[in-house]
């Protein structure tokens, strides 16, 4: 026989859930609501297409939730993760539908699709949701990530009142205690091991997404290869827009570096120190007046290096919780949204990096000879540092070339001696780390520096658009006491890039400015990015209000023959008198086995077998469709008496006959 729900079981499923989501009046109603059938006189006899109706609206009204949620929240994922706070209010209606039924079970077609299309082929089968509604209430408690002993203390004592009637009948309560305390504690285990093991393999898939995705592996960009930059140039994804730039073109830097080694620059001895706030969202870096510009860029989990003009003194709009600002002049920002939109103002003629150190001089031992001959061949030596920048820019424009095609034909990521002395081509990575070195070898303190060349308009968003295929490496060197840029990649290689685009290019800058206007006006607001407004209800309301009316306006049945059953009925069950002759007989049914497939596998003869299952037929009928008027108790009654008759009379036939038995027991 089915096992019985625990008295008020989802009603205490439904506070626990309300008290862990701050949502305990919701949850009080609600749990009013759905054990109102308790006292209530009303019955419906609803039919498979009424609970498939209902299912669908609740199916509805998820998806408008995680739509309304998606749109009209800052932080779009977890946005999505309050959405399963809300399940016991979504799909309430269904469990209350069935409460409301004449038979308390829920038909399966409303929940799969597929047994709606086998419907003609597949006899109808239901189940009752008590118990999966409850497990909803939990996972959406859950889901308010509420940490403390209180939650777990509470989850275990619903677990208790719901898993006692589910133990193995006959097993001692000790016995079972033991063991759940076991299984729980077990549990708990468990889930700090998946935490630790979540944390990790999310690590590792956006440390791998950054580095084949996104290009930069390091989002604070505290070294940098070379190719780094050369794979994230094969890409024209927009990265972030400009607007209000007086001067092109203008290169906005994201990250300084001082050591070279193994074909890997380092960013040494670089460490960074808070920004304080201003207000709500100024970030004061130092003193300075200049002009302001406007940048919005994305982040990656809510941090990033930001790519900043020389001289930038001060940030303003800037929504982000930490900002912090290194010697090297780099900024980094996390505890952010995924897209921010800032002003920024800069003051070039104030120096903000730090001045030369002993590492801005420090050349390589392995390269030290090549580079001497390079900068001998280009004529560096014995001039001041203005003239060996000169120099040098002039050399790398007439004597190399620029290319991307790097591929593993050519050596792929080759070594920094191969591109000087040997074939002579590369992109900006090659020259502005050869330049850096080769002026550190002429006595001239330099650094490697990185960022984006901002100089594409869009017409279409009336702003500057930077690409994947923007990004830069140039050289910053210590020139007449201040640090001045010198990029040594030769002219054109930003116009041959763009000459490559695609034809389909202008398609997709659409559909990404399309992303970034909806984006932009998801974060532009004042709402907080949790919680959930109650207002997506009126979206669903008059949807809800029609399919109420369409399967309650029906088949509305009377309270006493909605309850009528065996156990809620006075005297004994019609076919008692069936079942105690079977059992005198040596046909003893399991305490678990349900009457009609226990009736209908029994050893009988083809006329009694057949007469068992009309029986057990009727039976079914009369237990569980109460709606129906036949057959009537007396009629089953006489049924199955006829039945224990006949029975008894071919058990008795077998014991004087044994050739004749049909696998009847004898007596």
């Not at 030769?490 to 202008?506: D, H, S, Y």
């Not at 049924?639 to 009379?649: F, K, N, S």
Request: aromatic share 12%.
């Amino acid at each position: 026989m089915p096992v019985k729900t625990p008295p008020f079981l989802v009603a205490l499923g439904l506070v626990f859930w309300g008290w862990a989501a701050g949502l305990l009046l919701p949850a009080l109603a609600l749990a009013l609501v759905i054990e109102s059938p308790r006292i209530a006189k009303a019955r419906w006899s609803f039919d498979g297409k009424d609970f498939e109706r209902v299912a669908d609206l609740c199916s509805i009204a998820f998806l408008v939730l995680m739509a309304w949620q998606w749109f009209g929240s800052r932080n779009g994922p977890a946005g999505l993760v309050v959405v399963l706070t809300w399940l016991p209010i979504v799909f309430i209606a269904i469990l209350l539908m069935q409460r409301f039924d004449a038979r308390n079970a829920t038909p399966l077609s409303a929940l799969f699709w597929s047994l709606r299309r086998r419907r003609a082929n597949t006899p109808p089968r239901s189940l009752p949701l008590d118990y999966p509604f409850f497990c909803l209430c939990l996972v959406s408690a859950a889901c308010a990530n509420q940490r403390s002993m209180w939650f777990f203390g509470g989850l275990v004592l619903l677990a208790v009142y719901a898993l006692y009637p589910l133990r193995a009948e006959g097993r001692r309560f000790g016995t079972w205690g033991v063991a759940l305390g076991l299984a729980l504690g077990l549990a708990y285990l468990l889930q700090i091991g998946i935490l630790q093991a979540q944390e990790q393999v999310e690590s590792f898939v956006m440390e791998y997404l950054r580095d084949r995705v996104f290009g930069r592996s390091d989002p604070f960009r505290a070294h940098t290869a070379i190719g780094d930059v050369g794979r994230v140039k094969l890409s024209d994804r927009i990265l972030f827009r400009v607007a209000g730039a007086k001067t092109l073109p203008l290169k906005l830097r994201d990250g300084t570096f001082n050591v070279y080694a193994h074909d890997s620059w380092f960013a040494q001895g670089s460490n960074f120190r808070p920004v304080p706030p201003e207000g709500a969202s100024s970030w004061v870096i130092g003193e300075g007046v200049g002009p302001s510009m406007q940048i919005s860029t994305w982040l990656m989990r809510g941090r990033a290096m930001l790519p900043l003009p020389p001289g930038t003194f001060r940030l303003d709009g800037l929504n982000v919780g930490r900002v912090e600002a290194n010697s090297f002049g780099s900024v980094r920002v996390s505890e952010g949204p995924d897209l921010v939109l800032f002003s920024v103002r800069s003051d070039l003629a104030r120096e903000r990096d730090a001045g030369p150190e002993p590492a801005d001089l420090q050349v390589p031992k392995r390269i030290e000879a090549a580079l001497m001959q390079v900068l001998t061949e280009a004529g560096g030596q014995g001039l001041p540092p203005a003239g060996v920048a000169r120099t040098l820019q002039r050399f790398f424009q007439e004597r190399f070339a620029y290319t991307l095609k790097l591929d593993a034909r050519e050596g792929g990521r080759r070594t920094l001696e191969r591109f000087l002395l040997d074939d002579r081509r590369g992109h900006c990575e090659y020259f502005a780390s050869a330049a850096t070195l080769l002026l550190r070898a002429a006595g001239v303190p330099a650094r490697y520096a990185t960022g984006y060349v901002v100089e594409e308009w869009s017409p279409l968003e009336r702003q500057f658009v930077v690409r994947a295929r923007h990004a830069h490496a140039w050289t910053l060197a210590w020139i007449d006491g201040r640090w001045r840029e010198v990029d040594a990649t030769p002219v054109g290689w930003f116009a041959a890039e763009a000459e490559a685009e695609p034809a389909w290019r202008p398609a997709a800058d659409f559909f990404s400015w399309l992303g970034f206007a909806f984006q932009r006006w998801r974060v532009s607001g004042d709402e907080s990015d949790e919680g959930m407004s109650p207002y997506w209800l009126l979206a669903i309301i008059p949807l809800a209000a029609w399919v109420a009316w369409r399967v309650t306006r029906r088949n509305r049945v009377k309270l006493q023959a909605a309850t009528a059953s065996p156990d809620a009925a006075a005297g004994p069950s019609p076919i008692e008198p069936l079942l105690e002759r079977l059992e005198a007989l040596g046909f003893r049914r399991p305490a678990a086995a349900p009457v009609r497939p226990w009736l209908q596998s029994l050893p009988l003869s083809p006329a009694l077998q057949s007469a068992a299952t009309a029986v057990a037929h009727n039976y079914a009928r009369w237990r569980f469709d109460p709606a129906t008027t036949e057959p009537s108790a007396d009629s089953l009654r006489t049924q199955a008496t006829d039945l224990a008759q006949r029975i008894e009379a071919e058990a008795a036939d077998a014991s004087r006959d044994p050739s004749s038995r049909h696998g009847a027991p004898a007596v």
